[in-house]
């Protein structure tokens, strides 16, 4: 067993890397993943990247084609639109099961998550969005871990990061992103209350911003591929 470990170790990481750069951008929609350069970059084997492209493709964050490779998903405005659906029921639900569930360690770092992401998504020069997109999948996958509900984090995994993939700040209006950071902060205090109430309404309030900053954007937010391109 413990020489599977190395292995398990260099598939993490390059599930790390490809995850950030399509946080960062490095990595758009229809982006094609070269495994052979991304295998020689990490100095690892193809078989790890393989399996890292995998499961992605699993999560539906990779498209997967005989004889093409694998590609960066892209999104239609109606697909997110139902993300955003499954995310206001399973979610709410996960984090009204939290409030009773968390541990007090998580709460504290739920706490400090929340208020760098209150310092650094403020509008204005100091506003980092690559920083406050790392911090905001790892504040909703922090909280739906404390619901300990492993099926639950399970189903909803693709839903968060796909819908955090996204880059939604990067088309909030100020009072949008204000709002957004004030929820993560309230959902804290709801935790800290141990009130399932107050904090599955506040995660809803949430998930319905964000999704009202998505939708309002009358035209598709990714145009479908060009196959001839």
Known sequence: MPAEQPAVRA???VLDVLR????DGSLAPGDHVAEAELAEVLGVSRTPVREAIGRLSAEGLLDQQPNRGARVAVWTTEQLAEIFELRL???SYAARLAATNATEDAIVALDEMAERMAKIGLPGQGQDIAELHLLNRRFHDLLVAQAHRPALAAALATAIHAAVIRHNFEIYDDASMLRSLQH???IVAALRARDPDWTEAVMRAHLCNARSTLLAR?????E???ENR
């Open 11 to 13: 598939v993490d990481r």
């Open 20 to 23: 950030g750069r399509m946080l």
């Open 89 to 91: 029921q399973l979610e």
């Open 184 to 186: 993560h902060r309230e």
């Open 218 to 222: 009358n035209e598709p937010l990714i």
């Open 224 to 226: 479908p591929e060009d």
